[in-house]
């Protein structure tokens, strides 16, 4: 309850107690204590009402969305929210798995001709990745922020390892991704196809077939596209940012999920040039002498 109503409703209910202690009020004291009470009842009954009202307009004002153009520039800060201990134990795991919000509108937005272009030159980058290499720093709801270096091979392969104190490695094999504590020695895993990265690293990467869009944009040299699978079992929905200039490069990725709470990557020093090894991708089981190479 909002403090300037509870001082008010605290005031009432103290005139009111005194008003039915009173002895002055004799041969009527009976009736005085009885409305007092009543009316007593009735401003507790109102004090609840307005602390509900607060409390719900409290928490249609504290949203704050993302904003569509600036944030590879000045990416927004998501308000702290407190983590409990199993979510705090494994950080890296938020945003890599399908459980992210719905899309707004189950069908998406109707693309102009413009909008269609520009997811079309979206699909081309992905399509002419074949290895991919750099930096990358990864942003949760609570600001916390972890760094590493990621590994890109299409199709459908990806490793993601966390630079100390982390010791943590996420690794995708083409057909399942594996989330490894090698600190706790515990693993996760999902099918590729249950995450959102299932329509960017595939053989053949086409969005306006494969995508319900959701939003696209264009604004000085930022392409702003967020979209999920057409299909209903691979739910995930991504942001992408990605920069024009000089060359059309992913910048950044945001996901957030069903609490409205964000995990934002952002990408830098990319290679796409060296062929990777193969056996980076290769999901390797848990054990005591298992670490990343930071």
Known sequence: MHWRFRLVLDA???????????????????????????????????ALSVGFALASIGAATAQDPDGPTNTIVNPPANAAKPADAANS?????????????????????????????????VSGYFQSIENLKGQFVQTDAENKRMKGKFF??????????????????IVSDGENLAIQDLDLNNEDRVSLDQTPFRLLLRKDVNLIRDARIIEVQQADDLIVLSLEDKDPNSPGKIKLYLATKPALELKEWVTTDPQGQATRIELSQLVKSDELDGNLFKIQPLGPKKSTPF
């Open 152 to 169: 890109v091979k299409r199709p459908g392969r990806f490793r993601f390892d966390y630079a100390l104190p982390s010791k943590q490695v």
């Open 12 to 46: 009432i209910f103290a005139e009111t107690v005194i008003c039915v202690q009173s002895p002055a009020m004799g041969a009527s004291g009976l009736w005085g204590a009885t409305m007092g009470r009543f009316m007593s009842e009735i401003l507790r009954v109102g």
């Open 89 to 121: 134990a494994k950080p890296a795991v938020k945003g890599w798995t399908g459980e992210v919000s719905p899309a707004n509108s189950p069908d998406g937005i109707t693309l102009d001709a413009n909008q269609t272009k520009l997811v079309e030159q």
